[in-house]
């Protein structure tokens, strides 16, 4: 075999290795991009991406089983290459070693991860659609293999060591009932379990800003309009916003201008970050939400805009049930121009005798009780139910139950005597 046959293959081998390098790196890639990637996808590229990534295991598989087989190949062949062509034309071997060695980290592993780091969605397609056919061949052998693993595990792991089972948050909340049944937790204890529990399920959903409570500017009124809509915005952060809100530009973060001296607010527009509305509560908070001036756009599964969650959102979340407010003073908040904030357990008589509202609904005591009612349905934050004399907005609710709710007044209330005086 000649030298430039040799090379060729050499190349062509290469080539295929770099390929498997690439689409290591886009699978795990497009997994940490979530749904910030997928937006910018149309739908049948997204449904692929999503069908690969949901279950990445047989992709890993078949890369890795090919790497090994390509990396021994290669091996082989360079060391043909460095002791038969080479050698006759008087090449140096360690020199001609070094330099396939280099090649071959440089073009099958390092410029492909880099790659398919800067565009992992066409990396991915493509890598995948090129290797289709060899499933035919892969698939057979990493049953085998995995065959042959469990042998050997099963074959070296001592029969008497048996693999501890996690117990699952069913499970526990199973065993804290009986518990409590029999008497070993008291009540207070068994529901502050239930609580942690409650935080491992905690999605960026459940405490979120809902997209109707959040301040939108559009990129077009930015100079007209910016300031003002800055200065009273309810929240701390605005989004910027193209032809819809669902195009988002980037976050202003309100204190920051406002502690700058009010430069100009293009200046201030960043990037937005993206997750999905499942994302876990606990997870936005380590990889997203590291500092106080953070915050992360929630989009659905098809991209649009459905909320904004910072760090103060989930820590408020966490603290409602172990600080709420205390008496009923703490109950209705007025907010100014006949609106209040309403604590889902604040009481219908409580509500009249502070607000002069008589809401009523037989069998119902309590705010929450009443809008969970008057819509049929368990409320999703900004969801809004019109009674007499007032309209009612969910804030927050907290898996089964309303934790806030907005009122504002919608019909002059009669004055009190001190009013009148």
């Not at 790497?67 to 062949?77: I, Q, S, W």
């Not at 049930?321 to 009481?347: F, K, M, N, S």
């Not at 004399?389 to 209330?413: I, Y």
Request: with cysteine.
């Amino acid at each position: 075999m000649t030298l430039l046959v040799s090379g060729l293959i050499y190349a062509g081998l290469l080539l295929l290795l770099a390929v498997i390098s690439a689409m290591e790196t886009a699978i795990l890639r497009a997994q940490d991009l979530g749904h910030g990637l997928l937006s910018t996808q149309s739908e049948r590229v997204r449904r692929q991406i999503q069908s690969i990534t949901s279950n990445p295991f047989p992709h890993f598989h078949r890369a890795l089983l090919l790497t090994a087989a390509l990396n021994l190949a290669l091996a082989a062949l360079g060391f043909f290459i460095v002791t038969g062509p080479a050698k006759e034309l008087g090449w140096h071997p360690w020199v001609c070693a070094g330099g396939l060695f280099a090649i071959s980290v440089f073009f099958g592993d390092i410029a492909p991860k880099f790659l398919a780091a800067r565009a992992p969605s066409e990396i991915l397609l493509h890598s995948t659609r090129l290797l289709k056919p060899a499933r035919i061949i892969l698939d057979p052998l990493i049953s085998g293999v995995e065959q042959v693993s469990e042998l050997i595990v099963r074959a070296v792991v001592p029969k008497t060591l048996k693999m501890r089972q996690r117990i699952t948050t069913e499970e526990l909340e199973t065993l804290v009932e009986m518990r409590e049944e029999q008497g070993t937790l008291t009540e207070p204890e068994a529901a502050m379990i239930r609580e942690i529990l409650g935080v491992s399920t905690l999605t960026v959903r459940d405490c979120m800003v809902p997209r109707v409570n959040l301040p939108l500017l559009a990129v077009s009124d930015v100079n007209e309009e910016g300031a003002a809509a800055l200065e009273k915005a309810d929240i701390r952060f605005v989004v910027v916003h193209g032809e819809t809100p669902d195009a988002v530009h980037g976050m202003i973060d309100t204190h920051t201008w406002k502690l700058a001296g009010r430069p100009p607010i293009m200046s201030q527009i960043r990037p937005p970050v993206f997750v999905p509305e499942t994302l876990s509560a606990m997870d936005a908070l380590e990889k997203h939400l590291g500092g106080s001036a953070r915050c992360v756009l929630i989009v659905d599964e098809y991209g649009g805009l459905e909320g904004l969650v910072s760090q103060d959102e989930i820590v408020d979340w966490l603290l409602y049930d172990a600080a709420p407010w205390q008496g009923e003073g703490g109950e209705i908040q007025d907010v100014g121009h006949g609106r209040y904030l309403l604590d889902g357990t604040t009481r219908l008589d409580h509500l009249s005798d502070e607000l002069n509202l008589t809401l009523t609904e037989t069998g119902i005591d309590t705010i929450g009780g009443l809008v969970f009612t008057q819509l049929g349905h368990m409320p999703k934050p900004g969801e809004r139910v019109s009674i007499e004399g007032a309209e009612l907005k969910v804030r927050r609710v907290s898996r089964s139950r309303v934790q806030q709710v907005e009122l504002r007044l919608t019909a002059p209330q009669p004055e009190t005597e001190e009013e009148e005086t």
